[in-house]
């Protein structure tokens, strides 16, 4: 099984089913059979709020595959990434999660093919997100130094139509990795560019926790700066943001969740369009140069 580090609720048997309510690499809110733990301080249970290292049943067992797509520039030595997982749990289609970050850095691949930009332009179809980030990882540690140090920066997309949304911005000024893991600088600046479209599109955001739950974890370890977007998933909506961003104050931002229901009904079409075109903007920006971000 896949290394996991998971917060448990409190006094779970590390042999049995835990009921997850953190995680690093897997998923939150989810049930994960577990098949052996290790506790900090040598103790045998968790304690609320401590954290676990188990192991986890991967939920299928077999060959996936990342999609690559590059655009060259004229500049080969400079390359903008952006990526999506492009697979779901095994529960569901997995269409918000994430058949809309896959479909929004598509459109934005298919309308920017035709173009000659400055920088190179590589996209990143990811398998096996949901069994621990294993595509993007994979990805990164079979890169060479010199090819790492040729990707200026890398964007995320993970989870852009929830259907109770509310647009959010990876938090890089204020990341929660636990050390010794430092954010790049340069992360900052795109978050920037993202609030700053926001702004100009006079809609409201808030800050994601950048932490490590998706695909960019494996870009930040090897100190290429990142950022992306979210809408949000089984975290429940407070009567505030229903103030600000509309939608169902006390359900989550995306009750189909890792569910059956992830389907084709399981968007807000208003999020998708409003993040699609900000993704297309980041990429069309960053593909006249990456200044901004790399000095
Ligand atoms: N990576 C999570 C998943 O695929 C979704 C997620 C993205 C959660 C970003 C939090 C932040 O289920
Ligand atoms: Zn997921
Ligand atoms: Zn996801
Ligand atoms: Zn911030």
Request: proline share 4%; charged share 20%.
């Amino acid at each position: 099984g896949a290394e996991a580090v998971v917060i448990f609720n409190q006094g779970n048997d590390p042999t049995r089913e835990g009921v997850v309510v953190g995680t690093l690499g897997e998923d939150h809110g989810v049930t994960v059979p577990v098949v052996g733990a290790s506790f900090a301080n040598g103790a045998s249970l968790a304690s609320a709020g401590s954290t676990a290292h188990v192991q986890v049943i991967p939920s299928e067992t077999r060959t996936d595959y990342n999609v690559i797509a590059e655009l060259p520039g004229k500049n080969r030595n400079n390359v903008v990434m952006a990526g999506s997982h492009l697979d779901s749990v095994t529960e569901g289609p997995g269409i918000n999660d994430n058949g809309s970050g896959s479909a929004a850095i598509l459109e934005t691949a298919l309308t920017l093919a035709k173009s000659k930009p400055q920088n190179t332009l590589r996209f990143a179809w990811w398998g096996a997100e949901e069994e621990g980030l294993i595509g993007s990882a994979a990805y990164v540690a079979e890169l060479s130094q010199a090819e790492k140090d040729k990707i200026a920066l890398y964007l995320n997309y993970d989870m852009v139509g929830s259907p109770n949304y509310i647009f959010q911005v990876y938090d890089a000024d204020q990341s929660s990795f636990p050390a010794p893991v430092v954010v790049p600088e340069g992360s900052t600046a795109i978050e920037d560019l993202f609030e700053s479209y926001y702004t100009l599109k006079k809609q409201p955001y808030d800050d994601a926790e950048f932490s490590g739950r998706s695909d960019y974890q494996a870009f930040i370890e090897a100190g290429i700066p990142s950022g992306g977007l979210f809408t949000g998933a089984e975290v429940v909506k407070t009567e505030q943001q229903a103030t600000i961003w509309g939608g169902t104050a006390g359900a989550s931002f995306d009750p189909c969740y890792h569910q059956a229901c992830d389907n084709i009904g399981n968007l807000d079409r208003k999020a998708l369009e409003i993040n699609s075109d900000l993704i297309a903007f980041a990429q069309l920006t960053y593909a006249f140069s990456t200044e901004s971000v790399n000095g």
